[in-house]
């Protein structure tokens, strides 16, 4: 039977769960939008999507697929040489969108663990609450019932704590 968390505890679980929540709704967009972006780039539109340059202020740029790149390249480890030359000039956005979904993804992880250990869960209920981050909408899901089911236990716990009488001693 896994060790339950020490009533001490709550006021850390409280703001781990509200920093998790933050981060599951933030990666989540951030996977939709990345989702969209390879969805742009790796289907026959090959379209990446720039701001500024010398053609205004936001637009997409054709990506010209090297010889090597198939539809099932997005699939294969190391792309099976797939080289994607973008014609755009100023910042990449796609590429932006890339990055900041992979180190959000880490602040993601972080918050994943310190719910995890705060709440003393087994670490499969971890490796699942991870996959938020990698499984288009799971983050969403996920969110609502880890809250929901961290916010019904505290209060259970501190309803059973406060009905149990004080010991002779202490009062």
Not at 29 to 52: C, D, N, Q, R, S
Not at 66 to 81: D, I, K, Q, V, Y
Not at 132 to 144: D, K
Request: contains cysteine.
């Amino acid at each position: 039977m896994p060790r339950a968390p020490k009533l001490a505890s709550f006021p850390a679980i409280r703001g781990a769960l509200k920093f998790y929540q933050i981060c599951s709704v933030i990666t989540g967009v951030g996977l939709l939008l990345l989702l969209t972006e390879m969805i742009l780039k790796y289907t026959p539109l090959h379209v990446e999507l720039f701001a500024g340059g010398t053609r205004g202020f936001l637009y997409f740029a054709q990506a010209i697929p090297g010889p090597a790149c198939e539809w099932f390249s997005l699939f294969l480890p190391g792309g099976n040489g797939c080289e994607i030359i973008s014609t755009g000039d100023g910042v990449n956005i796609s590429l932006a969108i890339l990055v900041a979904h992979g180190w959000f993804y880490v602040v993601y992880l972080f918050s994943c663990f310190r719910i995890w250990s705060l709440m003393r869960w087994p670490f499969p209920r971890f490796i699942f609450l991870a996959l938020g981050g990698v499984v288009p909408l799971l983050s969403f899901f996920l969110e609502a019932v880890t809250a929901r089911k961290v916010t019904t236990y505290l209060a259970e716990r501190e309803a059973a704590e406060a009905s149990v009488p004080a010991p002779e001693g202490t009062r």
